[in-house]
């Protein structure tokens, strides 16, 4: 029989794997941790607005809109997430009902009732609130049609429970689609902010959203701009989504945020839990990619420019 002798200096567990792909992935992800743990921000100027929108279905808008709303929350901030998505999924990840006799924005739209009767806490964190959709907002797109002011309804209500509900953030989770829906929420936010899947239909979708911008900056609200793109489903193996990652930090240096949002199992389990994934795994890659990026967004101050 042979005996291979141990190195005096090192053991066997200590020298096997300490330079592989997955002992370097979590020897990043603990370092990720301990500066997220060091992270401070200060939250005390006016409250932000921001639509989180992307006319291109199945870019991460919703899953987005909820952790960053959890991690700004973790983070000490005040957050209203307003659910302005007829299926409701943002609702669904908050943890708020959202059955078909809650009151919700579709009452706040159609009815006028002030925001704060249809607003509930989330079970998630003391800080975080939702506004909740039910299916009756399917049925909004038509019946804002004939209503006065049709697409300030939203700036409006927001407008009114901010007078005696300090926020800090407000984000509002849109269809994935140009209705009436999406314009109120435009026309109520000062800042958009864009999830794009690093694939190359996104690039298309992102283009015609800017057009949609300009439209609503030019008729129904001036100060809106485009101050945050986020990359999500990143890949870091493939040579399309790094390509398309170079592509839009070239055409968008100031708007996309360093971090990006990995492929991850844990991300698409959550909602099924009703929780955001910081809820459900707060360690996990894809938890720490969503509490970096709001620590950015946090830390950036807003811009006041208007996109050209």
Avoid: W
Wanted: hydrophobic share 45%.
């Amino acid at each position: 029989m042979f005996h291979v002798k141990q190195s005096e200096k090192t053991s066997a567990n200590e020298s096997f794997g300490m330079d592989t792909p997955l002992a370097r992935e979590l020897a990043d992800l603990s370092a990720r941790r301990r500066a997220l743990e060091a992270a401070k921000v200060e939250f005390a100027g006016d409250t932000r607005v921001l639509t989180v929108s992307n006319q291109k279905g199945g870019v991460g808008k919703t899953t987005s809109a909820v952790n960053i709303a959890s991690a700004l929350a973790g983070l000490g901030a005040k957050v209203l997430v307003i659910d302005l998505d007829p299926q409701g999924n943002a609702s669904t990840a908050l943890g708020v009902p959202h059955s078909a006799d809650t009151p919700s924005v579709y009452d706040v739209l159609i009815d006028e009732f002030p925001l704060a009767e249809i607003v509930q806490p989330s079970p998630e964190d003391p800080n975080l609130f939702c506004a909740p959709s039910t299916i009756h907002l399917a049925g909004a797109e038509i019946e804002l049609v004939a209503q006065v002011a049709r697409e300030h309804r939203l700036r409006r209500a927001v407008e009114d429970y901010l007078v005696d509900n300090a926020m800090d953030f407000v984000i509002i989770d849109c269809p994935p689609s140009l209705g009436l829906l999406t314009i109120n929420a435009f026309t109520a936010a000062s800042e958009v902010f864009i999830p794009i899947q690093c694939e190359y239909y996104a690039l298309e979708g992102l283009s015609q959203l800017l057009g949609s911008i300009q439209m609503i900056q030019k008729h129904l609200n001036p100060a809106l701009h485009l101050s945050t793109i986020l990359l999500t489903m990143f890949d870091g193996r493939t040579r399309l989504a790094q390509q398309v990652a170079e592509e839009v930090r070239t055409h968008f240096p100031d708007q996309v945020l360093e971090t990006v949002i990995p492929r991850s199992v844990r991300v698409s389990e959550a909602p099924s839990f009703g929780q955001t994934v910081i809820a459900y795994d707060g360690q996990s890659a894809g938890a720490i990619a969503y509490r970096e990026a709001a620590v950015e967004i946090a830390s950036r101050i807003a811009t006041q420019s208007k996109e050209k």
